[in-house]
């Protein structure tokens, strides 16, 4: 069964800081990778997207990687600034399934 | 682009009553929808996968006669909670891809439910 583990569970960055959010999972099987925002009592926004032969992503400030034999991803958020506080969520969609499987996300807090 | 509506934002019922949650894929048809729930502090946990024309696929531990789902048209899915009890106060939301995956998931923008 496929489990997806993000580290760390949340991060405070001053203005301007560049950051990595870490993303892990189980079963190297997988089709695609997403990254996804979500604010407090708001819907998901899709991030990046990352296909199983990609390494990497890139939109404006943001690089996601995958090293899929590892089971891993990073997203990197260059010159963080307030705007960028949220809560990063990692979903994977497996092989075998459907339906992607999430991490418990970071909650990030950037403060001017 | 893929947007998913869902209605409502936010509703609050009594205990006991049932309430019943639209999702829409706007501008592309969706043979699969999926119903996640999420609580405080904690990831989206997929509740059941909508299937259109047939019925939804439940997840382990998620009782599909208090979680029902339909799936009747190509761009629609409800999530009806049955009898809710203050438990079932959450935010559930869906979500919908165009494709097996190659165009990402997109997700409504939630529901909060709190059953009073």
């Known amino acids: 069964k496929q489990e997806v583990t993000q580290i760390p569970a949340a991060l405070s960055v001053p203005e301007g800081e560049n950051l990595v959010l870490n993303c892990s999972f189980t079963d190297s099987a997988i089709y695609n990778l997403q990254w996804f925002r979500q604010d407090p009592g708001k819907g998901l926004t899709s991030l990046l997207l990352i296909q199983s032969s990609q390494r990497e992503q890139t939109s404006g400030r943001l690089n996601a990687s995958l090293d899929k034999s590892s089971g891993r991803s990073t997203l990197y958020i260059a010159a963080s600034q307030p705007g960028d506080s949220a809560t990063y969520l990692c979903?994977?969609?497996?092989?075998?399934?459907?339906?992607?499987?999430f991490g418990k996300g970071t909650t990030l807090s950037v403060s001017s | 682009g893929a947007v998913v509506s869902q209605h409502p934002s936010r509703v609050i019922c009594k205990s006991g009553t049932s309430v019943k949650i639209e999702c829409r894929s706007l501008d592309f048809q969706a043979t699969t929808m999926f119903w996640y729930r999420q609580f405080p502090k904690q990831s989206l946990m997929l509740m059941a996968t909508?299937?259109?024309?047939?019925?939804?696929?439940?997840e382990q531990g998620v009782e599909k006669d208090k979680f029902l789902i339909n799936h009747a048209s190509l761009t629609l899915s409800t999530l009806t909670v049955t009898s809710a009890h203050p438990e079932d106060s959450s935010f559930y939301i869906c979500?919908?891809?165009?494709?097996?995956?190659?165009?990402?998931?997109?997700f409504g923008s939630g529901t909060r439910l709190t059953v009073v």
């Open positions: 979903a994977v969609l497996s092989q075998a399934g459907t339906a992607l499987i």
């Open positions: 979500s919908a891809n165009r494709d097996r995956g190659d165009y990402g998931y997109t």
């Open positions: 909508s299937n259109e024309g047939s019925k939804a696929t439940y």
